[in-house]
C-alpha cells in the first residue's frame, strides 16, 4: 500500500520559514518523480513544485520560484519543500504526490498523493 505522508505544516509569521516533508511508503521512491501542490480555501488546486527522479531537474510555479526549494533524499524515501520568505498568500494545505515524470507531475498527471499539511502564514 503506497503512502505518501506530509508533515511540517504549522502557524508561521510573514517573512519565515518553512520546511515540509514528505516520507514514502509502498513503492520504490527513487522511480518516482515528486511534486508538491496546494489548495487554498475557495481555490482550486495549484502545482508548487516538483523534482525529477534523480533531482537534477526541478520545476516551479512563478508564484514560488526564487523562495521556495523542493529537494529529495533517495535514501530516506523522502521529499522536501522549504518555503522561505513566507507571504500570507502562501497559506494553504500543502500536498505532496508521486508520479511517473516530473514535467508530468508539474502538468498535475500523478498516480499518488498524500493527505495534506496545513500552512498558515499571518501577515
Known amino acids: 500500500q503506497v503512502q505518501l505522508v506530509e508533515s511540517g505544516g504549522r502557524l508561521v509569521q510573514a517573512g519565515g520559514s518553512l520546511r515540509l516533508s514528505c516520507a514514502a511508503s509502498?513503492?520504490?521512491?527513487?522511480?518516482?518523480?515528486m511534486g508538491w501542490f496546494r489548495q487554498a480555501p475557495g481555490k482550486e488546486r495549484e502545482f508548487v513544485a516538483a523534482i525529477n527522479r534523480s533531482g537534477g531537474i526541478t520545476y516551479y510555479a512563478d508564484s514560488v520560484k526564487g523562495r521556495f526549494t523542493i529537494s529529495r533524499d533517495n535514501a530516506k524515501n523522502t521529499a522536501y519543500l522549504q518555503m522561505n520568505s513566507l507571504k500570507a498568500e502562501d497559506t494553504a494545505v500543502y500536498y505532496c504526490?508521486?508520479?511517473?515524470?516530473?514535467?508530468?507531475?508539474?502538468?498535475?498527471?500523478?498516480?499518488?498523493w498524500g493527505q495534506g499539511t496545513q500552512v498558515t502564514v499571518s501577515s
Open positions: 504526490a508521486a508520479g511517473s515524470l516530473a514535467a508530468a507531475v508539474q502538468r498535475g498527471s500523478f498516480d499518488y
Open positions: 509502498g513503492l520504490t521512491f527513487s522511480s518516482y518523480a
